[in-house]
């Protein structure tokens, strides 16, 4: 089988070809496996954290001399390092950029000028913190070379196929093109309904009884509605599919309505690709549609690795139509659409400041960028009815309204913005005193969250309250996690690391523990998008790691090294790996995540019980094995006959007919498909590679 691209290759130099010198340095010449011979360090030894040892014989110049590499301390590249000949390659600016972010944490993958860069806060980038996972991986594989074979198989169909964005030539049809999408009533019923507990409570877009009155009168066809109306519908339908595995998960086979998500993604997204170069100004509808777009895109985890530049795209288009500052009393703009204004903007900047700190990226705004109040403490019928009067009163925050989370985070948007900048920003600064401001801010938040108690509450409503407390405090408890991280991590260990390890401690537990119960209470489903999920299960596994390594230095966690309380940390975050198979066999996202997570459980389990080791082993070997044959299984559905998914997932009612999926053109499918793809399975893909280590 051809090998996928970005694989490592030994790179022969010319002047030294004639000679036939050994074509390794030194370690990797004793070591007996490939040397790329690049410098200052050449790959394999950069891989294994000796770069500083990294020489080569006969080297007269400085070309090859010995570099430090992360964790180990040194001074950052100079400028004449940078421009010399022979200097620093971009393949080692990927292990050098590290030493410009606090704590050393980052990742750049790609070659030359085709690079993709994630920042400290992305959540795979811990696995740099464990030295023993490499060896321990390379081990695994090599007693289980299937592991290879289905990632190389699964890489290279995914690098097969290239998305072929098409667009349409004419705007004419767009209303039937839409309708032709819409399924049968009792499933659209159930999706936005959906949308509606799960998402709108948390990202404020639409007003609520404005679209019911609209999609009521759609169906009961007592008026006109437009084609922002069915984009608006179609997207909120394709979120709301991400929370029903009934429809759109089968065993191994992708169901049609993964397929028809996609599509009514790719149909919004092809319609709303010539606005984006309208020079005339932004409509409260259009703003609307591209944020409904990201939110569909992201709960399906549709091209993850471009949401960080899809929200800022948003937040300039939201800029540019001025929703970041506040209206004046001379603008003629009704109270209803000053507040519409206010809460969009809110969803637009969280949106952009979650995608950062997702990917480990610099938010796109600061705090004096805008100066638009928060959104009020609302009902919708309450705003409904301040259309041509006065403004009023807003609730208190101990009363429950669908506005709840949005003012809720609204309160510590500022300190979060902050938290962002500050550890995915490029400052060599102490900055210990403001990361214990900070997180004192976000714990007083975590201890305000109010019960909103009510006896009256029907079980839906008071399943939605549930989900939002806990997905309030899964978003405090990322952020105290990514500001803890530097300092819990930092050697040699003061107090504050302490301190720092101690809260880390708390707040990932804190996150497995709500997605558990979220899932165990029937509120979401194990195929959902599970915010923080990856980065709380893995700083978990770091703080046992810790606990268990004697060379760590760093014993503060007395209670994890007892191996009864390790093992329960661990069954949380082996209920955390179940709950991202789930998402990883339902959308084909993650996949990277779950291998890594699988590993460091091993890993981990190897530390409590050294007599567990191949237990631990196989077992890890197994589910990664499991479950990349499962995501294999699913591409041949990917070319399945579209006419055959329609009749599979739509159900026959005889007065809604005219309701049915239309089916798509072949070259239609391959864009829609295309989304199923994994984005990131490349990140680790030039890490660990079996080959590079000959095994006698």
């Known amino acids: 089988m051809q090998k996928p691209q970005g694989q490592s290759r030994r790179i022969v130099r ?67 390092m940078l421009t010399d000949e022979g200097a620093l390659t971009t393949r080692h600016a990927a292990y050098l950029a590290p030493s410009a972010v606090e704590g050393g944490m980052a990742h750049l993958k790609g070659s030359e000028m085709s690079t993709k860069f994630y920042g400290f806060s992305y959540p795979l980038n811990l696995y740099q913190q464990f030295p023993e996972l490499r060896s321990y991986i390379a081990q695994i594989k090599c007693q289980n070379p299937t592991i290879n074979e289905l990632r190389d198989e699964i890489y290279g169909i995914a690098n097969s196929l290239r998305p072929r964005y098409q667009q349409h030539s004419s705007q004419e049809g767009i209303v039937e093109r839409f309708e032709a999408l819409i399924p049968t009533r009792n499933t659209a019923d159930m999706l936005v309904q959906t949308y509606i507990d799960r998402f709108e409570v948390i990202h404020r877009i639409i007003h609520i009884p404005t679209f019911m009155a609209d999609y009521c009168g759609y169906w009961d066809k007592t008026c006109l509605v437009s084609a922002d109306f069915f984009a608006q519908l179609l997207l909120m339908m394709a979120t709301g599919s991400s929370l029903h595995p009934e429809v759109a998960f089968n065993g191994v086979q992708l169901n049609p309505s993964r397929r028809f998500c996609l599509r009514w993604i790719d149909a919004v997204e092809s319609w709303l690709v ?40 948003l937040v300039r288009r939201a800029m540019a139509a001025g929703y970041h500052r506040e209206v004046g009393s001379a603008m003629h703009i009704s109270l209803f659409n000053r507040e519409m204004r206010r809460r969009l903007w809110s969803t637009v900047a969280e949106l952009d400041l979650q995608a950062s700190i997702e990917r480990g990226m610099p938010p796109s705004l600061r705090t004096s ?110 952020y105290l996690i990514v500001l803890h991280v530097p300092m819990a991590i930092q050697s040699p260990p003061t107090w504050k690391t302490h301190v720092s390890r101690l809260a880390r401690l708390d707040a990932a537990t804190g996150i497995l523990m709500h997605h558990r119960r979220l899932v165990d209470d029937g509120i979401l489903s194990e195929c959902a998008y599970q915010h923080g999920l990856v980065l709380g299960a893995l700083n978990l596994c770091h703080e046992l790691y810790l ?41 084909l996202e993650g996949l990277n995540e779950f291998y ?32 990349s044959e499962e995501v294999r299984s699913a591409i041949p559905t990917l070319s399945a006959d579209d006419a055959e998914d329609a009749s599979a997932f739509m159900c026959t009612q005889p007065d809604q007919s005219n309701h049915g999926f239309a089916p798509a053109s072949p070259s239609a499918q391959v864009d829609y498909n295309f989304s199923m793809f994994p984005d990131d399975l490349g990140f680790l893909h030039g890490d660990f590679l079996l080959d590079e280590i000959q095994v006698s």
């Not at 549609?289 to 895109?297: F, P, R, S």
């Not at 003012?407 to 913005?417: D, G, K, Q």
Request: contains cysteine.
């Open 596 to 627: 890594v997570l699988a590993m460091v459980i091993g890993l981990i389990k190897s530390k409590i019980c050294p007599q567990l080791t191949t237990t631990a082993e196989h077992v890890a070997a197994q589910q990664v094995i499991q479950l």
């Open 274 to 313: 010539p606005s984006t170069f309208d020079p005339a100004s932004e409509s409260s509808y259009t703003l609307t549609t591209h944020t409904l777009l990201v939110v569909a895109k992201r709960a399906n985890s549709v091209h993850e690795s471009a949401l960080w530049s899809s929200t800022g795209s």
């Open 547 to 587: 606990s268990w390594t004697n060379s760590s230095g760093m014993s503060h966690m007395s209670t994890l090294t007892s191996p009864e309380i390790a093992q329960a940390h661990l069954v949380v975050v082996e209920r955390a790996l179940q709950l991202l198979h789930g998402r990883v066999s339902t959308t």
């Open 369 to 478: 960028d805008f100066n638009v109040h928060a959104p009020l403490h609302l009902e919708d019928e309450a705003l409904r009815d301040s259309i041509d009067g006065m403004p009023p009163a807003p609730q208190l925050l101990d009363t429950w309204s669908t506005c709840s989370c949005q003012v809720l985070l609204s309160r510590t948007f500022v300190a979060r913005l902050e938290i962002c900048s500050l550890i995915n920003g490029s400052q060599d600064r102490d900055v210990s005193d403001e990361v214990l401001q900070l997180s004192d801010t976000l714990i007083r938040a975590l201890q305000e969250i109010p019960a909103w108690r009510d006896t009256g509450r029907s079980p839906r409503d008071q399943q939605t309250v549930t989900y939002v407390r806990s997905a309030v405090a899964v978003i405090l408890d990322q």
């Open 14 to 80: 010319p002047e030294l070809k004639r000679r036939r010198p050994p074509l390794a340095c030194v370690q990797c010449y004793s070591r007996k496996i490939k040397c790329d011979r690049e410098s200052p360090a050449c790959g394999g030894c950069v891989r294994i954290g000796k770069g500083h040892e990294c020489i080569y014989r006969n080297a007269p110049s400085d070309d090859h001399r010995p570099v430090q590499t992360w964790p180990r301390p040194r001074p950052r590249p100079s400028a004449k």
